[in-house]
């Protein structure tokens, strides 16, 4: 994990490019500017340097964020990898927004229980892979053993068992539950994830729209909030996707030039000192 002055800068980072996306500026020239505004004391711009190498090669960030796994979380790298996809079904500027919330989070005091909500509503509402984003969030060096053996339970049984019943079988609330009928749970094979409340709004939720369960634990116990998709006609994201996979033509055609010429020098691709 990262220390909060990271964060921070991840959280400004995100919001920097959620707001000259818009504006039609080249991602590259975003990221640039970034490159100077950042502070020289985190560990962010250098891993600009990183992406802007990557972006200048194939025209995407997302590989630059895999190999930087110990900056950038698996599950960060995997939604910017969905944004960036030749599919173009995510909207990266939905996917920009998620990062600068979860960074904002992160900087905070984040909870292991708030973190996994955020991420797995990010995915519902964004109708992402879940086998995918689950083992990306799996991933994550925030959740210890317990999570992580719980949330691949999760990615295993999404879709046959519903999210609700798998929190609340996990929550104090079921304990008590138990215990009051004289049933004991065996805690040492049955890690208990969820504190009471979480396990109350759980079972109260069963057999709802998942939306409602993510909708309740923010109202009562101050989840962090997923953008939602915007609607609109369609036109400015298309325009994006357009730039994006010209951009990324663009850079293939100037290898492909370069290689006709008898090879290409891959000191282009680094920061001159």
């Known amino acids: 994990?990262?220390?909060?002055?990271?964060?921070?800068?991840?959280?400004?980072?995100?919001?920097?490019?959620?707001?000259?996306?818009?504006?039609?500026?080249?991602m590259q020239e975003i990221l640039e500017q970034l490159r100077a505004e950042t502070l020289a004391t985190t560990k962010l711009p250098m891993a600009i340097d990183y992406m802007l190498a990557e972006l200048k090669h194939s025209g995407t960030m997302y590989p630059a964020m895999q190999q930087l796994r110990h900056y950038f979380s698996p599950f960060q790298t995997y939604l910017m990898s969905e944004a960036e996809s030749d599919r173009g079904r995510f909207d990266i500027r939905v996917a920009i927004e998620i990062l600068q919330r979860e960074a904002e989070y992160r900087a905070k005091t984040p909870s292991r229980q708030g973190l996994f909500m955020y991420e797995f509503e990010a995915l519902c509402r964004n109708r992402l892979t879940y086998d995918q984003g689950l083992a990306a969030i799996a991933n994550d060096d925030h959740f210890d053993e317990h999570w992580k053996e719980w949330i691949l339970i999760v990615r295993r049984q999404i879709g046959i068992v519903e999210i609700a019943d798998l929190i609340y079988a996990r929550?104090?609330?079921?304990?008590?539950?138990?215990?009051?009928?004289?049933?004991?749970?065996?805690?040492?094979?049955?890690?208990?994830?969820?504190?009471?409340?979480?396990?109350?709004?759980?079972?109260?939720?069963?057999?709802?729209?998942?939306?409602?369960?993510?909708?309740?634990?923010?109202?009562?116990?101050?989840?962090?909030?997923?953008?939602?998709?915007?609607?609109?006609?369609?036109?400015?994201?298309?325009?994006?996707?357009?730039?994006?996979?010209?951009e990324q033509l663009s850079q293939r055609v100037k290898l492909l030039e370069e290689e006709q010429r008898g090879g290409f020098d891959l000191s282009n691709f680094y920061k001159k000192q």
């Open 171 to 246: 929550s104090w609330f079921f304990v008590n539950q138990q215990r009051q009928l004289g049933r004991e749970v065996d805690l040492k094979d049955h890690s208990i994830l969820f504190d009471e409340k979480e396990g109350k709004v759980a079972f109260a939720n069963r057999q709802n729209d998942p939306l409602y369960l993510f909708a309740a634990l923010q109202r009562h116990l101050g989840y962090p909030t997923v953008p939602k998709p915007k609607p609109d006609d369609g036109s400015k994201q298309q325009i994006l996707q357009m730039t994006r996979l010209l």
């Open 1 to 26: 994990m990262l220390n909060r002055e990271e964060y921070i800068e991840q959280a400004y980072f995100f919001e920097v490019i959620s707001k000259r996306l818009p504006e039609n500026i080249p």
